[in-house]
Structure formats: C-alpha cells, structure tokens
C-alpha cells in the first residue's frame, strides 16, 4: 500500500488521497466510488480532517510571535521577553489660573487644588465632553491675596478607584483593574496594613528589577484578557511581599487616547481646599491654556508588539546603541512614524559621548519643543548615564525630477490621459514604503521603471534628478546657516552655478538675489572638491550681476553647503513660511537620506513633459528628426 501525501490541506486534495487509499486496498478494487453511498462517508472524512487540520494549523500558528493573530496570545508571547504592551496614553495639557482670596474674612496661608477633575471642555469639540483630571493634589501658597496655579498638568479622561484585600489562603488572587483604556502610567497605588488603618505606604509601578529590593515598595503590571490589567506585587526577594489582609487602594485614569488631543479651551471643574479646610468656589479666574493637550494615544498595536517586542528584549530595557534609542522612542511617543537616531562619533568633527535623535510625527511636519522636553526627559531613564541625548528637528531631503516621456502616439492618441496615469503612478510610489523615511533610498531605476510601466504607449523616458533643502531663515538677523545634503554634487560647470537658489533680500541691497557657487581650482583635469558661494542679482536681460564674491562655501563631495553670517530679511516664497530653496544636481541619481535626513519625492515641484517617439510611431523610423533630451540638464540660473 503507497504512502498518502498529507501535507497539503486543501479539502478537495485530502478527498483525493482519501481515494486514492481506498482503491489501493484490494478489498474495493471494483467498487464504483463516485456512484457509491461511500463518497458520502469519504466527503464527511475528508471535512472532518479539513477542519481538524484547520484548527491544529492555527493552534500551531498562535505559539509563536510573528504568525500568532489573537492579541491576547500576542501579549502573552511578549510576555515572554518582559514586554508590556503600551496601553492608552491620555493627553496632556498645561494650564494656568489664579484664586483671589481678598473677600474672605480670614485669609488662608495656601490653597490646595484637589486631584480628580480639574477642568472641561463644552461639546463642540468633536461633539464631546471630555474631562480633564489632576493626579496628585496641589497646593500653592498665597500672595498678596492671590494664589496662582502656573503650569498645572492636567491629563484627559476619568479617574477611578479600586480596592482589594489580600487574602494569602487563596492561591489564585488576582488584582485586575475590570476597565478598558486605562492609562498606566496614572495608576497610582496605597498599601495599608489593614482596612481600618490609618497610616498608608505608597508603593511605585516600575517595569524593571534593577535596585529591586526586597523591602522595595513597588507594583508591576502586565495585561490580560480583554484589555485589562492585572497589578503583581513582590515576593520578598524582588518587591516587598504582601501580607494577609494588607488593603490595597488603586487610583486609575480611563482615558480617549488620541481623541482628546488638540483642545485647548477649558472649564473650571476643579475643588479648592484653603489651608483653614474650606471649600474655596469665589474668584476663581478663566483658565489660561500655556500649552494645548497633546500626546493621546490609543493602545498598542499588535503589529507594534510584534515588531518592538524583540527588539526591546534586545535592548534590554535600556539605550545604549542607536537601534535601543530607535527602538524606545516609539514606545513612549506613539506619534512617532519614523525615528532615526546616531552617535556623536559619527560627525565631522566628532562629539564624543552625544546621540542625535531625529522623528517624523505621524501628524505634522515636527516635533513640538514642549513633547521634545518631555521625551528627554522620559529617555534619561533608558540612558547611559554620561550619554547627553539632543532631539533634533526634522529635515527634509527633496527630490525633483525633470522627466520626458516618450510615447507611441498609435496607441495613445491623447497624451493628456497618459501623462495623468504617469502623475498618479508618481504619487503612489512618493507615498510607498521605498519614502518617506529615514534611511531611505530613491532608486533611480525603480522610478524610471514607474514611468515606464504607467502605460503600454510609453516607450521610454528620460529623468533629470536634482536634490532639494529648504533654508529656513531668521530674518532681521545676522545668522550662519549650514544645510547638509547627504550626496556628493554634480559639477556640471567649472565657471559656476552649480548651486541654484530661490530669491530673497538681503539688507542693504533693494533688489531680489541669489546664490550660486564657483568651483575653486584650476586644474581642468580634476573634479573639484570645493568652491566658494556668492551672491547675484539679475539685470533686465536675466543675466547675473555679482554683488559679493564671498559668502560661503561648498563641498561638493560631503554635499554641504555653509552661509557665513547674512542678514535675510525676507524671501519671495512665504508659503507655509518663510524659505530659500536651495537645490543641486547628485553625483548619483540613485539618492538616500542619511543620519537625520527625511527623504521625500516633490512632484509639486517637479515636472513631466510628453514627446512623441517618431521612430516607434513610425513618422521618423530611420530617426532622422529624433528629437534627444540631454540628461544632464542646467536650466535656469535661479529657482523660481
């Protein structure tokens, strides 16, 4: 009797096999299977080990991280590595007010602003009503009859209460919060001795056992089913353990995540004790919002759990290479939809003992400097000690592209329609994976390719490159500026203008000028490595007159481009601020973006012309009139 293949589970593939054994058994060798009552019995076996091998495939598929599917496997999985799912995260707001005191009889030495809700909102924002509430009390003195409250931190969403007795008899005890969307990093936690005690003992969340001790008055947590959590406390080697009949009081925060960031006007919802114990509700005055909420975010992914799990067990719950550093700024900023971080020891001059830190936030274009502070702050816990972290802002690496399709106009009468098609494939592949990152790499060949690919009529296009920063400058201000491009330019003129700019004033010149460069050396043979920048302006007949001849510098091999001390006071492109745009031809036409360099295709300012190929077309099939664009191609002096 042969072996029956079982590795494919595919119904119809088990009922063959199934079939096929049955016939080789001697005892049905003339037994008509199609035409018998035995296919009935064979299709209910062939589905029976459809399902089983179904249900075993992804029992088997739920052990293991990357292919497991249910969150609840997921999170136990990391587990596993001592990860924690991030849980939601509320959004936070800094606010402002002050209490005047001057109409009471007996003026109090403080007054003390109770935790729970603080402030609300009115409906109009998002149609909800959301909350916002103090974790702690506060207490501030008062001055000259007035009691200010600068810069509270008051974070969105409710705040709730749980409370447990510890019962040792019982094995199995469980403390688990039974709400979802809770904001873990708000629960705080009281131990006393018994219900009835007074006295209480603050005990710390911490995610780590590094100065754990076993009088350490700390709790962890971990999720479980449904998005719940569940609070662990010691064992009397790692944490102080509990005792029977310990009574444990937990203060939690559910929250919106995302949802409520963004608002910024606030109600006065809170309570205020004065030092005497009375409620205080008179003169209180509007809140004043020093900073917006922000930083809500919705729980972990499991795509992010996936992804992050092993590399924080590599990490080992602290930074000290760039892909630690990579690896836990996403954790504790959600926003964060691309991260590039590298070494001091990396730059020209080196600096020994820093780490630049570079993120695209999913919403907006940087980072705001009160979400930065925040995040240095956050990241000194996973720091090497002697290691100064810096945050820096996003900085954008243009591509252009200057392209002629040539298109067999038999099959494509309208270019129009073919031109769009190859618009909308660009868009798609400006917005693929291959961008919009750091790291990344525009591969010529593969946009060549796009172009190429849009339509049946194209029969080939040629693509000129060039590579783009925008100078953000302060006007009114003598100011150095440097813009580095990560890419080696192209000089494609030993007389200059190499380097092309857009417009913009300087003090003491009324008209509009420019940048450009001359290459320095007179060795035609070589490819200059340096030139020297300087300014122009442009008479009636667009050609340039040099105001000043030195200004800056170039390298064309490291792609830097150094101002010396200018004062800009405006520019001709205000939109959505004020910039120069300052623009080069690569070495290489395949471009990437390096260190903190954020990569993106401008199609706005690129360009694609259509041009008949006349041989294909069969209007010119001995090429005569072919009409050749150059690839590499000058242009205009200046951008406008």
Excluded at 75 to 95: E, F, H, I
Excluded at 435 to 458: C, P, T
Excluded at 571 to 577: G, L, V, W
Excluded at 592 to 603: E, F, G, R, S, T
Aim: net charge negative; hydrophobic share 35%.
């Amino acid at each position: 009797m042969p072996l029956v293949n079982f590795s494919n589970l595919d119904f119809d593939q088990i009922k063959t096999s199934l079939k096929d054994y049955v016939k080789s058994n001697t005892n049905f060798t003339d037994y008509d299977f199609e035409g018998s009552n035995l296919t009935t019995i064979i299709d209910l076996l062939s589905y029976n080990t459809y399902i089983s091998s179904y249900n075993a495939n992804m029992v088997s598929n739920e052990v293991f991280l990357d292919s497991a599917t249910l969150r609840e496997n997921i999170v136990a999985l990391a587990r596993n590595t001592g990860y924690v799912p991030r849980s939601v995260r509320s959004a936070v707001a800094t606010v402002s007010f002050e209490c005047d005191v001057s109409n009471t009889g007996n003026t109090p030495a403080s007054l003390t602003l109770k935790k729970g809700i603080v402030a609300s909102t009115a409906a109009t924002f998002g149609n909800f009503n959301y909350t916002f509430i103090l974790p702690e009390d506060v207490t501030t003195p008062v001055v000259n009859n007035v009691a200010y409250f600068s810069n509270i931190k008051i974070y969105e969403g409710s705040q709730l209460n749980a409370q447990f007795t510890v019962d040792t008899s019982n094995k199995d005890q469980k403390f688990i919060l039974d709400n979802p969307n809770i904001d873990t990093s708000l629960i705080t936690c009281s131990v006393r001795n018994t219900e009835e005690s007074t006295g209480k003992f603050i005990y710390k969340l911490t995610n780590n056992l590094f100065g754990v001790t076993d009088t350490s008055q700390v709790f962890f947590i971990q999720e479980t089913a449904n998005e719940r959590y569940q609070l662990l406390f010691g064992d009397g080697i790692f944490g102080k353990k509990l005792d029977n009949l310990n009574f444990i009081d937990v203060d939690y925060v559910i929250s919106n995540g995302e949802n409520g960031n963004g608002i910024s006007d606030f109600s006065f919802a809170g309570r205020l004790v004065d030092s005497n114990g009375t409620t205080f509700t008179e003169s209180i005055s509007p809140i004043t919002t020093i900073t917006a909420s922000y930083n809500g975010q919705s729980l972990e992914t499991v795509e992010s759990v996936r992804k992050f799990a092993p590399r924080m067990y590599s990490a080992q719950n602290r930074a000290v290479t760039t892909l630690d550093y990579e690896t836990i700024v996403p954790r504790i900023y959600n926003e964060a939809e691309s991260v590039t971080a590298y070494g001091g020891e990396d730059l020209d001059p080196p600096r020994f003992g820093e780490v630049y830190i570079s993120i695209k936030p999913t919403y907006g274009n940087y980072v705001p400097d009160t979400v930065k502070n925040n995040l240095v702050r956050e990241l000194k816990k996973y720091s090497v000690a002697s290691v100064r972290v810096n945050l820096l802002d996003l900085k954008y690496l243009y591509v252009e592209y200057d392209t002629v399709a040539y298109y067999n106009s038999n099959l494509a009468p309208d270019s129009a329609a073919v031109k769009t098609k190859i618009s909308t494939n660009l868009e798609k592949y400006a917005d693929s994976s291959s961008m919009n990152q750091f790291g990344a790499k525009f591969k010529y060949s593969e946009f060549l390719n796009v172009i190429d690919k849009s339509d049946s009529s194209i029969t080939s296009n040629i693509s000129n490159v060039k590579i783009r920063r925008n100078l953000l400058p302060i006007l009114n201000k003598f100011v150095e500026y440097e813009l580095c491009f990560g890419n080696s330019f192209y000089v494609g003129d030993r007389n200059g203008y190499n380097i092309k700019t857009s417009g913009f004033k300087v003090n003491g010149i009324s008209q509009t000028v420019y940048i450009t460069d001359k290459p320095i050396g007179k060795n035609k043979s070589e490819v200059p490595t340096k030139g020297r920048l300087f300014l122009f302006r442009l008479d009636a007949e667009n050609e340039p007159v040099i105001l000043s001849g030195k200004i800056g510098t170039v390298d064309y091999v490291k792609g830097e481009v150094i101002l010396t001390a200018i004062n800009i006071i405006s520019t001709i492109k205000t939109s959505p601020e004020p910039l120069i745009e300052v623009s080069a031809t690569p070495v290489s036409n395949d471009v990437i973006a390096k260190q903190d360099l954020y990569l993106q295709l401008d199609n706005s300012n690129s360009k694609v012309n259509m041009e008949i190929d006349q041989v294909s077309s069969g209007t010119d099939t001995s090429g005569s009139n072919y009409v050749t664009t150059p690839s590499y191609s000058s242009g205009s002096l200046v951008r406008y």
